[in-house]
C-alpha cells in the first residue's frame, strides 16, 4: 500500500501568511494526488485535485504542486475559515490512501 | 446542486449487520464511479468502497474485504454498503462520495455507525 506522510502534523498560523504543507509518497503516484479540507464538524471538500488542478469554487490562495512522491499545498494569504485538516489522498494504486493530515490553527 | 445524503446509521452488536443508503440528486448518477469513505472519532480518513458506473466492478480495502458490500441502483440514483460481521474497529461516521477516476469530488454529511454491545 502507498503511505502518505503528511507535515508538519500542526501547524500555527497568522492570518496573512503563506504556508506551505508537504505530502510525502512512500512510491511514485505520478500527479494522481488530491488534497481535501475538513473544518469541524464537516464533511471534507475536495480542494486540489491531480496535484496542482484547481476545483471551481475554492479560492484562488490554495494552490498545489508537485509529482510523483512529494507533493505540497500552498496558502497564499491564510485567512481564519481556514483554519481546518488538510489531508492528501493519492489514486494511483489500490488501495486508495489518505494522509494523517495537517492541522491548521492559530498562533 | 449535487446532494448526497446517508441515512441507516445507528448502534449496532458486534457481529451484526447494517446496510447503509446514499441517494443522490443533480448529476446523472449513471455516469459516475461513486464511493464510501469512513472516518473513525478523532481519525483521519479511510477509503473503504468504490463500485463502477454499472455497479459491475467493485474494489474494497484489506480491512472491509469479505465483510462488506457496496453495491447501487442507477434507476434510483441510489448507493448502498451492506455491513456484515461488524467490529468495534468499523466505528465510524461513513461518508458517501461521488468518484471519478479515484477523486471524491462530492461528498455527502456522513452517517454515523457505531458498533458496541
Known amino acids: 500500500d502507498v503511505v502518505l506522510t503528511q507535515s508538519p502534523a500542526t501547524l500555527s498560523v497568522t492570518p496573512g501568511e503563506r504556508i506551505s504543507l508537504s505530502c510525502r509518497a512512500s512510491e511514485s503516484v505520478d500527479t494522481y494526488l488530491h488534497w481535501y479540507q475538513q473544518k469541524p464538524n464537516e464533511s471534507p471538500r475536495l480542494l486540489i485535485k491531480y496535484a496542482s488542478q484547481s476545483i471551481s469554487g475554492i479560492p484562488s490562495r490554495f494552490s498545489g504542486s508537485g509529482s510523483g512522491t512529494d507533493f505540497t499545498l500552498s496558502i497564499n494569504g491564510v485567512e481564519l475559515e481556514d483554519l481546518s485538516i488538510y489531508y492528501c489522498?493519492?489514486?494511483?494504486?489500490?488501495?486508495?490512501?489518505f494522509g494523517a493530515g495537517t492541522k491548521l490553527e492559530l498562533k | 446542486e449535487v446532494q448526497l445524503v446517508e441515512s441507516g446509521g445507528g448502534l449496532v452488536q458486534p457481529g451484526r449487520s447494517l446496510k447503509l443508503s446514499c441517494a443522490a440528486s443533480?448529476?446523472?448518477?449513471?455516469?459516475?464511479?461513486m464511493a464510501w469513505v469512513r472516518q473513525a472519532p478523532k481519525k483521519g480518513l479511510e477509503w473503504v468502497a468504490t463500485?463502477?458506473?454499472?455497479?459491475?466492478?467493485?474494489y474494497y480495502p484489506d480491512s472491509v474485504k469479505g465483510r462488506f458490500t457496496i453495491s447501487r441502483d442507477n434507476a434510483k440514483s441510489s448507493l448502498y454498503l451492506q455491513m456484515n460481521s461488524l467490529k468495534s474497529e468499523d466505528t465510524a461516521t461513513y461518508y458517501c462520495?461521488?468518484?471519478?477516476?479515484?477523486?471524491?469530488?462530492?461528498w455527502g454529511q456522513g452517517v454515523m455507525v457505531t458498533v458496541s454491545s
Open positions: 462520495a461521488r468518484h471519478p477516476f479515484g477523486v471524491s469530488d462530492y
Open positions: 489522498q493519492q489514486g494511483n494504486s489500490l488501495p486508495y490512501t
Open positions: 443533480g448529476f446523472t448518477f449513471s455516469n459516475y464511479y
Open positions: 463500485i463502477s458506473t454499472s455497479g459491475s466492478r467493485t
